[in-house]
Antibody, heavy 120, light 107 residues
Framework: EVQLVESGGGLVQPGGSLRLSCAAS????????MSWVRQAPGKGLEWVSY????????YYADSVKGRFTISRDNAKNSLYLQMNSLRAEDTAIYYC?????????????WGQGTLVTVSS | EILMTQSPATLSVSPGERATLSCRAS??????LAWYQQKPGQAPRLLIY???TRATGIPARFSGSGSGTEFTLTISSLQSEDFAVYYC?????????FGQGTKVEIK
């Protein structure tokens, strides 16, 4: 069974940092392209960042470019999102999502999400 | 960045009735359009990709159509478990963009 389990969310002050993790199981993580997608409270979905299976290709949404860093550890079946210089508008549930093989940005499995709240 | 516009924002439908949801792209996304369903407190679930291909395990009452800039998700006979928010997503261009969602509620 495919499982994606996010962790690392919490309350952080504006300007602070947080590192999210996503533990993957039930599929060949090292062959899978992954993304982070977020959802502000009561709002829609926003794609945040993408990383290829070998981390040779990385993309970011303009809203987080220069502040967030996506990475992965295939030996640990884990995906990460380092978030720096956090702003109130970064408050959201952050989901990690697996891309269907061959489709970089089409997501067949999602984690349950981890809530990040940026507030003083 | 491509803009995805969904309509209506809210759709009130009685169980057993047909629901038709629309999604419009600001420029062509070919057939690289997906639909997701999201229930409260849950992650999104992939329903349709390639504009019209049902994902694994999705019931036949869900169907998608369209190409280019105009797309439709049809639920032929609404079941109680179908009341949820539905999002379209274009995955043709970077960045991928989701529509703002259509809430399907019980009439």
């Amino acid at each position: 069974e495919v499982q994606l389990v996010e962790s690392g969310g919490g309350l952080v002050q504006p300007g602070g940092s947080l590192r999210l993790s996503c533990a993957a199981s039930g599929f060949t993580f090292s062959s899978s392209e992954m993304s982070w997608v977020r959802q502000a409270p009561g709002k829609g979905l926003e794609w945040v960042s993408y990383i290829s299976s070998s981390d040779s290709t990385i993309y970011y949404a303009d809203s987080v470019k220069g502040r967030f860093t996506i990475s992965r550890d295939n030996a640990k079946n884990s995906l990460y999102l380092q978030m720096n210089s956090l702003r109130a508008e970064d408050t959201a549930i952050y989901y990690c999502a697996r891309a269907i093989p061959g489709y970089r940005l089409l997501f067949d499995y999602w984690g349950q999400g981890t809530l990040v709240t940026v507030s003083s | 960045e491509i803009l995805m516009t969904q309509s209506p924002a809210t759709l009130s439908v009685s169980p057993g009735e047909r629901a038709t949801l629309s999604c419009r792209a600001s420029q062509s996304v070919s057939s690289n359009l997906a639909w997701y369903q999201q229930k409260p407190g849950q992650a999104p679930r992939l329903l349709i990709y390639g504009a019209s291909t049902r994902a694994t395990g999705i019931p036949a009452r869900f169907s998608g159509s369209g190409s280019g800039t105009e797309f439709t998700l049809t639920i032929s006979s609404l079941q109680s478990e179908d009341f949820a928010v539905y999002y379209c997503q274009q995955y043709n261009n970077w960045p991928s963009v989701f529509g703002q969602g259509t809430k399907v509620e019980i009439k």
